[in-house]
């Protein structure tokens, strides 16, 4: 019966972690692209209130700094935005969203074999709270749960 109990609060689309464990998700692999589809179904989920959208490149003209480069800022309008994801430039390149939503911050990261990384922090009462998804699915399903 333990074990009954156990499973019946298992979430199998996305479970809560605490920071050690997302810490070592995080440093533990490179990170993957989103490709086109999940960034659409992820704009449409946040009514397109993107705060920044990171690739990765190079920083310098000598190629000696690779860092995380924002292509989209929530200071450019909803069309710019819409754009530069839908031309194609960056559809295989994006790896870090991060959305401001209502009181909400959030930072989202594919791991790899289709494990998501999140973590939501409430600015309302100073909350952070770390998840790992089990495909895109359970990210989408975590977010309309959550917010």
């Excluded at 990171?54 to 935005?81: A, C």
Aim: hydrophobic share 30%; glycine share 6%.
């Amino acid at each position: 019966m333990k074990y009954l109990k156990e499973y019946i609060g298992y979430n199998e689309y996305y479970q809560e972690v605490n920071h050690n464990d997302y810490i070592d998700l995080y440093s533990g692999g490179k990170f993957i692209y989103f490709d086109i589809d999940n960034i659409k179904d992820l704009m449409r989920l946040f009514k397109y209130h993107l705060y920044r959208v990171y690739t990765r490149g190079y920083t310098d003209e000598d190629k000696l700094e690779f860092n995380d480069i924002p292509i989209i800022s929530s200071d450019m309008s909803l069309s710019e935005q819409n754009r530069i994801l839908m031309e194609g430039k960056y559809s295989h390149s994006i790896y870090i969203f991060y959305v401001r939503y209502g009181y909400y911050s959030i930072t989202m990261r594919n791991i790899g074999d289709e494990w998501y990384i999140l973590n939501l922090f409430n600015e309302k009462n100073s909350e952070l709270q770390f998840y790992r998804c089990d495909q895109i699915e359970g990210l989408l399903k975590l977010i309309e749960d959550k917010l």
